[in-house]
Nanobody, 114 residues
Framework: QVQVVESGGGVVLPGGSLRLSCVVS????????MGWYRQAAGRQRELVAS???????NYAESVKGRFTISRDNAENTVYLEMNSLKPEDTAVYYC????????WGQGTQVTVSS
């Protein structure tokens, strides 16, 4: 069974930075596109960034130029570097496989507030 564990969230001031990590256990990590999602209170979960097995990336317009997704296939880990954070980035962040979804993890809370 494939499982994910997200970490790295926290409380940060507007303009600050955070780096999220997602460790995947089970399955063949390097064969799948990975994505970071977020869900703000009262809103639907949305895909904010994705990365293919070879490292091609895609971003939602709302985070383009501020967030960077990367992966380490040897460590079964996908990262999300978040810079210039805004209050509207506040959400629970999750990782998953956009093209072959697996069970959701518990996510990691990111709060951007002064």
């Amino acid at each position: 069974q494939v499982q994910v564990v997200e970490s790295g969230g926290g409380v940060v001031l507007p303009g600050g930075s955070l780096r999220l990590s997602c460790v995947v256990s089970g399955g063949i990590f390097g064969a799948y596109t990975m994505g970071w999602y977020r869900q703000a209170a009262g809103r639907q979960r949305e895909l904010v960034a994705s990365i293919t097995p070879r490292g091609s990336t895609n971003y939602a317009e709302s985070v383009k130029g501020r967030f960077t997704i990367s992966r380490d296939n040897a460590e079964n880990t996908v990262y999300l570097e978040m810079n210039s954070l805004k209050p509207e980035d506040t959400a629970v962040y999750y990782c998953n496989r956009p093209n072959s979804p697996i069970s959701w993890g518990q996510g990691t809370q990111v709060t951007v507030s002064s």
